[in-house]
């Protein structure tokens, strides 16, 4: 735990938060700054920088947590549907330095959009050369 995260004061108590889920491992709370009403973020009491500094059963059991909160989120919310994500580092826009998982609620013409579009159709050979760059690095 980390005394200067604000993840970390909320998950002990230190800090305000309105929650909609916790446990021995995970707290849930609503974002403070929302994309949409009911946005929603699932956190490791244990601090951890990003999914890289996590370790894999508790990315597991975040994924596993916010499975289960998202259809309570698009229920209460009357949504039409949503996304899950995580940031990790500047360059993807993590602000918060505690892993943690966004739960957004989306509704039909809803004026929020991923920041880039999909730009074109990549190459069977590009894509082959990348996978096997991913592979030799993952070890699989």
């Known amino acids: 735990m980390s005394t200067a995260c604000v993840f970390c004061q909320i998950a002990g108590g230190a800090a305000p938060a309105s929650l909609v889920y916790e446990d021995a491992d995970i707290v849930a709370f609503l974002d403070l700054h929302p994309v949409h009403a009911g946005h929603t973020l699932v956190a490791p009491r244990a601090h951890a920088v990003d999914v890289r500094d996590c370790a894999p059963g508790l990315a597991a059991r975040l994924f596993e947590v916010s499975a289960r909160l998202a259809p309570a989120v ?16 500047r360059a993807a826009g993590q602000t918060v330095f505690h892993v943690h998982l966004h739960i ?15 730009p074109r159709e990549a190459a069977r050979d590009e894509l082959e050369a990348v996978a096997a760059r991913i592979r030799r690095i993952a070890g699989g």
């Open 74 to 89: 698009v229920a209460a919310m009357n949504a039409d549907g949503f996304n899950i994500w995580t940031a990790a580092g």
């Open 104 to 118: 957004l609620p989306r509704f039909a013409g809803d004026d929020f959009r991923v920041p880039m579009g999909y």
